[in-house]
């Protein structure tokens, strides 16, 4: 259904935008002619899912859209509605895979869990909170944010040394955190535990602010050959959530292609 793809490439287009976009706008960065754009436009703007300003002659999201996604938007906080994604990752990537939520003091909350079947399997008790300073959980979370934040962030964090390989210089964590942003993910290899890999990244809500972080982790001999390939699970893991959610991403943040989601 091409018409489908560009009504929901054109949703996401404005949603993304800092401002309302005009026809013009919106025909050039979707790439498709201006009458097809605008018979889009007209259609999404007869069912109050846009806006026309008869003034400036642009278009911008309207209150029909969440009227009519109303139940789903009653969900998008809900953490339940991340486990099917993560049973269906373990059982892709094989290996474990952890949800937790930043909270006040940095720390993470543990929400859920799944254990692979062939590798390593987690166990966190209820209420179980990883610390600030969790290498891949801290990098996930800091990884997009703006510069100011992460500054925030260290100065009041305290590094610790869990590991003979971690981290605990404030320039080399910085290092890591712009690393974890050029890659796509954030990674730890042995780091916060010896022999145990993580790769994490962060989920976000529909107001743009991290409300989860998405981590993988195994044994360093099962995730390091197999890294690229538990990457790309990752990302396209993360990309259906996002969908699913409706959130508002940084425009850098890594996404799978339709192609990669609709084979995967």
């Known amino acids: 259904m091409p018409a489908l793809q560009k009504g929901i490439r054109l949703l996401r287009c404005l949603n993304a935008a800092q401002s309302p976009l005009t026809l013009a706008e919106l025909a050039q960065r979707l790439d498709i002619s201006k009458s097809h754009c605008h018979g889009l436009l007209k259609t999404l703007t007869h069912f ?9 002659h642009t ?17 998008r906080l809900d953490h339940s509605a991340i486990r099917p994604f993560m049973e269906e990752f373990t059982l892709r990537a ?21 254990s692979a079947a062939d590798d390593l399997r987690i166990s966190y008790p209820s209420g179980y ?22 500054d925030s962030w260290f100065s009041i964090a305290t590094l610790k040394s869990y590991t003979a390989s971690t981290a605990t210089g404030a ?4 290092m890591a955190i712009r690393a ?11 780091e916060f535990t010896d022999g145990i890999m993580a790769m994490a990244l962060p989920i976000f809500g529909t107001d743009g602010r991290v409300r989860f972080i998405f981590d993988c982790v195994g044994r360093t001999e099962t995730v390091a050959p197999r890294e690229e390939q538990i990457a790309r699970a990752l990302v396209d893991c993360v990309t259906r959530i996002h969908d699913l959610f409706g959130s508002i991403l940084p425009p850098d943040f890594p996404r799978a ?7 995967a």
């Open 48 to 56: 109050d899912w846009l806006r026309f300003d008869q003034t400036s």
């Open 59 to 75: 278009y911008e999201l309207h209150h029909g859209i969440g009227r009519d996604l109303s139940s789903m938007m009653q969900q």
């Open 94 to 114: 094989g290996v474990s895979c952890v949800l937790s939520e930043p909270l006040a003091d940095h720390s993470f909350l543990v929400l859920d869990q799944i």
């Open 129 to 150: 909170r990883l610390p600030p300073d969790a290498t891949a959980h801290m990098r996930a979370y800091l990884g997009w944010q703006r510069e100011y934040e992460i």
């Open 171 to 174: 320039n080399d964590a910085r």
């Open 180 to 190: 974890t942003r050029e890659r796509g993910y954030a990674r730890s290899v042995g």
């Open 257 to 263: 292609s339709l192609a990669e989601s609709a084979t």
